[in-house]
């Protein structure tokens, strides 16, 4: 049987004006209602993409919904003392299952990427021939991934589900605070484990504490992104910088990934010499990544957790001097 509230929340999607899907909120808007419609936008675009795909689609449709459900977690992140400790587990969870289902050949796209950019970057130490034999292993790695996920036509359908079951949920999330104070402490929260994770990867620059280091800076970015109106020209700043440097640091974690196959599959060469020429460029650019990402990481994180968050809580209350109302209903 039909769920009606699902059928209203998708009904009113197909006619939902763009900018009530912008990943922002507004100073004049009840702060809950805003995030709930954050929210709302983020699993109206991930549904519209993944449920409406073709076959020749289905690729970019799984990118853009991986996207957008990063997006969400990112969001119920900040506003996790809002909502409360029970909401962001289950929604979180929820999310992250969704995400995970499509990740299926992810990981051979991103290394032929970044084998790609590697050719290109180093075509003289780097000759078509060095590298034929990984490609071609990696790229039918990465057709039959692709061809697996289309035909399994129960798990689409089940992340599709999801995205639905998140439409009808959503209304639903109550929160404690209904001013900034319902965000304060995530975004705190989010900078300062920010700020923890580049200090342990200057101490050691493992690939997993970048790696780590990066999922935080990618939180930042979302979460600014979400509150620039407080202070829109830093915030749009700070958020270009905080992209910059997940860039950065998700480049060298795909580095880091291609080293590893290459390492496993020495029978993608045809001598030890062809492979340690590939490693030593990996290693190079690598090591450019990391002292880049390490300098731009001191920027980013120079304030302490406590005068980043206040600077922002005053920006709100400039331009949002009176309490919006919340929706009717």
Known sequence: MENPLKT?????????????????LRVDEHLPDGIRRIARGQLHNAHEKL???SQRQFGEAVHETRKR??????????????????TYERENAAFRTAGRRLSAGRDAQVLLETIDSLSERFADELPARVTAVLRARLEDERKHAEAAAQHDEAGTAAV???????????????????????????????????????????KDPSAENLHEWRKRVKDLW????????????????????????????????DLSMLRDYVETHPQCFENETSKQALV?????????????ALK????????????????IERGWAKRAPARPQPLAG
């Open 69 to 86: 459900l990063k997006r969400l977690r990112a969001s119920v992140r900040l506003a996790r003392d809002g909502i409360g400790d029970e």
């Open 160 to 202: 599709v589900d999801e995205l639905e079951r998140g439409l009808t949920r959503t209304p639903a999330w109550t929160f404690d605070k209904d001013d900034f104070d319902a965000l304060s402490p995530g975004l705190r929260r989010i900078y300062r484990r920010g700020r923890k994770r580049m200090r342990a990867a200057r």
């Open 296 to 311: 731009r990481g001191r920027r980013l994180y120079k304030r302490s957790p406590k005068r980043f968050v206040r600077a």
């Open 222 to 253: 979302h979460a600014t992104q979400i509150v620039r109106a407080a202070q829109p020209k830093r915030l749009k700043r700070v958020s270009r910088r905080a992209h910059k440097l997940a860039d950065l640091l998700g480049d060298g974690h």
């Open 8 to 24: 209203a929340i998708l009904a009113a999607a197909a006619t939902s004006d763009e900018p009530d899907r912008k990943y922002r």
């Open 280 to 292: 030593a460029v990996i290693d190079r650019r690598s090591n450019r990544l990391r002292d880049k």
């Open 51 to 53: 449920s409406g795909a």
